[in-house]
């Protein structure tokens, strides 16, 4: 299991065992400003998002809670648009001009540099176990919101922020600031 809350239902369910095997992610520190020269941003002058575009990923929480203060930083997101979510949300936020959706990002080296570099990374995911995206996110130094469960709780611990409504969400971006 990735996860002890995953080892836990397995063994409850089945009755078994299981083993929790942690992983990490790859050291990704490096200061690399070149993707934020690309989308015109200024270091720790924004928020970021990165996450497949599905309801439980909680985007549109977190983008009801950014609208929800002056967002005096942009909002990136990072996730590829093209299914019914991500065109949904896209339409939704077509007038939020500080809500950048910038589209599938690949190179581990710009997500790196705008995980490295944002003010807050916002970790929305809330099914499956350890999230290997969250683990970029720390590896990178980012100063992380999550959504409040489990899965994000046994990793993160109190090194981090939690959010479980967009109210909340409002109230991280108006009150934390990594600088």
Do not use: W
Request: glycine residues 8%; neutral net charge.
């Amino acid at each position: 299991a990735d996860s002890p809350a995953i080892k836990q239902h397995l063994d409850n369910k089945y009755g078994i065992n299981s083993t929790y095997i942690p992983y990490g992610a790859s050291s990704n520190c490096k200061e690399s400003t070149e993707i934020l020269n690309q989308l015109g941003l200024e270091k720790e002058g924004y928020d970021l998002i990165i996450a497949r575009m599905e309801p439980e990923n909680n985007i549109e929480m977190i983008l009801q809670g950014y609208t929800q203060t002056a967002m005096a930083k942009k909002m990136i997101v990072v996730g590829n648009t093209m299914n019914r979510f991500g065109k949904k949300l896209k339409e939704k936020y077509k007038n939020t001009k500080t809500i950048l959706f910038q589209g599938s990002i690949f190179d581990q080296e710009k997500l790196n540099g705008l995980r490295t570099n944002c003010n807050i990374y916002f970790h929305g995911h809330s099914v499956g176990g350890t999230n290997p995206s969250l683990l970029e996110a720390m590896s990178g130094r980012a100063l992380i919101a999550a959504h409040d469960n489990i899965f994000n709780k046994n990793i993160l611990g109190e090194d981090g922020f939690y959010f479980n409504t967009a109210t909340q969400v409002a109230e991280i971006i108006s009150t934390v600031d990594k600088k």
